[in-house]
């Protein structure tokens, strides 16, 4: 199973950005909950948002209120749109299937 993921950048604070991660495997992808973690310079890495198999969200508390996460079945396709972007929103973000795949990360950067 491997996971492609996109949508990284450099944007100011304040800005928008929506990341893509798309599956291999669709059989795999329709089974799996979806997640989106980011690892800031220096810093664990840490989960940002899930999705389930139903659609069902959950969040980070920093990210509540700015971030939406959702789920393309016929595209094999999570998305992670993050809106109101802060500096401290800076980091490599990975898109995880199923707590065992890992995407090969794609590095968004906030300026002040």
């Known amino acids: 199973v491997q996971l492609q993921a996109s949508g990284g950048g450099l944007v100011q604070a304040g800005g928008s950005l929506r990341l893509s991660c798309t599956v291999s495997?669709?059989?795999?992808?329709?089974?799996?909950?979806m997640s989106w973690y980011r690892q800031a310079p220096g810093k664990q890495r840490e989960l940002v948002a899930t999705v389930t198999t139903l659609s069902s969200t959950n969040f980070a508390d920093s990210v509540k209120g700015r971030f939406t996460i959702s789920r393309d079945n016929s595209m094999n396709t999570v998305y992670l749109q993050m809106n109101s972007l802060k500096p401290e929103d800076t980091g490599v973000y990975y898109c995880?299937?199923?707590?065992?795949?890992w995407g090969q990360g794609t590095l968004v950067t906030v300026s002040s």
């Open positions: 495997s669709g059989i795999m992808f329709r089974v799996s909950a």
């Open positions: 995880n299937c199923r707590e065992t795949y």
